[in-house]
């Protein structure tokens, strides 16, 4: 039986995230999450916590008591004996799938939602959730933004992101490029802007802060924090080679807009507007524009000088 795109808000859905020392933010997250998907009938939730230092998991208790199908689970501290947050990373999430795929409550759901629950969708909305569903034929739909793409570690694809922009970064620092060259090279210059508008684009892996499975897509699929060389890697990247590997293919929805500028992309912003000022400076200092206005200048005093006398 193939995958049911049909009457979404009809569907059962589960929403997952991972969070840590969020005790003064989850509650807000998850509530704005439970705000788009309130049509949603069959909505359910389940949230892995690790390594907090802070009141974290009593506000998790909490939401289990005010908010319908809200459950979780501490994977207690990792850092120990997970020294790479990559990994860490990855062990929680496989600790989502398994109880996606191993608890009863969950037999009857038919998309996993992943979610960043650290302030990365503020600009979602219900009509950009629905917009999934325009397309059908898809085993995952990931996020775009109003501004810069800024999720290039979870990206690959063949033309605009082949491999790792850090690595690539790290590359030109060991070749006497500059910081800052090295940055707008291997990272800015990969942080296009996706008009809302435009074909969704299939990718081999994106995320960017939040995306949607069919659960019948997932297979066997699992996160992983390293790559088939043992380097670290971003978890995403070997679960949507899984999902492709079971023939499914992933895309970027540019209609499943989600955030603007934020912490990845902040100093992109900054880059460009002080790239402007500079721009500004040097057209006035431009001498055949700066001529005139020191010409007019001098007139003026000229003639101030002339009514004074």
Known sequence: MGIDY??????????????????KTISKEIRHLA??????????????????SDGTLAQLEKLTQEVPHFRYRSAGVLADQMPSRLVRLAHCRNLYLDELRSNPLYKHINYLVVADLDNMNPLLNEQAVLSCWDQTGWGGVCANQKGPYY???ALRHPDWMPDDCWRHY?????????????????????MITIAEGSPWIEVHSAFGGIAIYPTQALGNARYAGHDDQGRDAVDHIGFHAGIRSNGYSVFINPKLINTSFNGHNQQLL????????????????NPAKLLPLLISKAKRIAQEKTFLD
Do not use: M, T
């Open 270 to 285: 900054e880059s460009r507007r002080l790239k402007k000022q500079f721009k500004k400076f040097f057209k006035l200092c």
């Open 170 to 190: 790290q590359f030109l620092l060991e070749h006497n490029h500059s910081e800052e060259s090295a940055l707008e090279a291997a990272v800015y210059a990969n």
């Open 6 to 23: 049909s009457s979404p808000q009809s569907q059962h859905f589960l929403i997952v995230g991972l969070v840590r020392n969020g005790e």
């Open 151 to 153: 999720d290039l570690g």
């Open 35 to 52: 705000s788009v998907f309130r049509h949603f009938k069959n909505v359910h939730w389940f949230v892995v916590e690790s390594d907090s």
